[in-house]
């Protein structure tokens, strides 16, 4: 059998030369070193961009990895509300309690630590029992009012009938007036000769002076701060309630469930969460009300509507005990924090889907 030759790559034709040892070592001698040579070409491209990616260090890996770029990123976008929260909210709390161990007479320009001389003024006080009561009475009355009063008009208000979208911004407009002017206006309403009674008057009854009697000046300023906040709370229950599905009230009522008992089964455990946030907000509200007490009742009648947070403005301000009244801005904080914290840990026995 004949010996068949390789084909020329040029001529197609057989080559009548055969591949002989000497020749193939040549070819791969020649191969070797054009691969040599792309090897060169290309090696300083490849250890180029390596260099680039790790940074330029040597050894140890690549250093700017995606992972670190995003981590830097993070850290630079709340590099701003750390500092904020350092400048406005934690070095205020630390010189509080700092000049609560102190008594700053600015007339005398003296200031002498005083250890806890403050604290123990603060047990004996005999006003802070009625100062209190008086905060605690506000706080639940406005809690009540706001959060009942705020439901039942988004119950109304998330009918699909003509008229809504009015209501709606009637109820919300009080949030974005200035408080100082709605409070200004409602002590006119308010006066023994304002325009509260001048309605009473035409209806033929006789108003009390709603700001003087000690029996209506608290009434008089919780509801004033209801009519101007509850528009907040109602639009935040009317998005909860749009987010309820349309399927469960149907199904619920094809199971012969009526109004009241889907409310209370479907309505209240699915807006439970809504129900959480606007409670701690209106309670951490409501124990830091100055405005409206230092407007309408400035306190009185005698301490009938001095809350803690007025109750602190005049021991600092007024009375000069600028250390005084830092202690009872370290018992304000106290309070609200430990509402606060009972709040949310209580979530779990009564806000829907929570672990």
Do not use: C
């Not at 009938?304 to 021991?315: A, F, G, I, W």
Request: no cysteine.
């Amino acid at each position: 059998m004949a010996a068949s030759h390789p084909r020329s790559a040029v001529t197609g034709r057989a080559d009548a030369r055969p591949v002989t040892g000497d020749r193939a070592a040549r070819r791969t001698a020649e191969g070797a070193e054009d691969t040599e040579a792309e090897g060169l070409t290309r090696g300083p491209r490849r250890t180029r961009r390596a260099h680039r990616v790790s940074g330029g260090g040597g050894g140890g890996g690549v250093f700017w990895t995606m992972r670190r770029r995003d981590n830097l990123v993070g850290y630079l976008l709340i590099t701003p509300q750390l500092l904020g929260s350092l400048l406005f909210v934690l070095l205020p709390l630390g010189l509080v309690l700092w000049y609560s161990l102190h008594e700053w007479n600015v007339l005398a320009g003296t200031f002498e630590f005083v250890g806890g001389e403050n604290y123990d003024r603060l047990l004996a006080d005999a006003n802070l029992r009625e100062v209190l009561a008086g905060t605690a009475l506000f706080s639940v009355g406005l809690v009540v009012l706001n959060l009942g009063l705020a439901l039942v008009l988004a119950i109304l208000l998330n009918q699909r009938l003509r008229g809504t979208t009015f209501f709606r911004t009637l109820f919300f407009s009080p949030v974005v007036v200035s408080l100082v002017a709605w409070t200004i206006v409602w002590r006119f309403l308010l006066q023994d000769d304002g325009g509260l009674n001048g309605l009473l008057a035409v209806a033929g009854a006789d108003g009390p002076n709603w700001l003087r009697g000690e029996g209506t000046a608290m009434l008089s300023v919780i509801v004033v701060q209801v009519l101007k906040n509850v528009g907040l709370n109602m639009v935040l229950f009317l998005a909860a309630l749009q987010g309820v599905p349309s399927q469960l009230y149907e199904a619920a009522e094809l199971d012969g469930a009526g109004a009241w008992t889907r409310f209370l089964r479907i309505t209240v455990p699915l807006i439970s969460p809504t129900i959480l946030l606007t409670s701690i907000i209106t309670v951490v509200g409501s124990l830091q009300v100055f405005a409206q007490i230092a407007v309408l009742t400035q306190g009185g009648p005698g301490m009938s509507t001095t809350v803690l947070v007025y109750y602190l403005y005049q021991q600092a301000f007024q009375f000069h005990h600028f250390g005084y009244g830092a202690t009872l801005s370290v018992l304000l904080f106290v309070i609200v924090a430990l509402l606060t914290v009972v709040q949310w840990r209580m979530r779990r026995r009564w806000v829907f889907n929570e672990t």
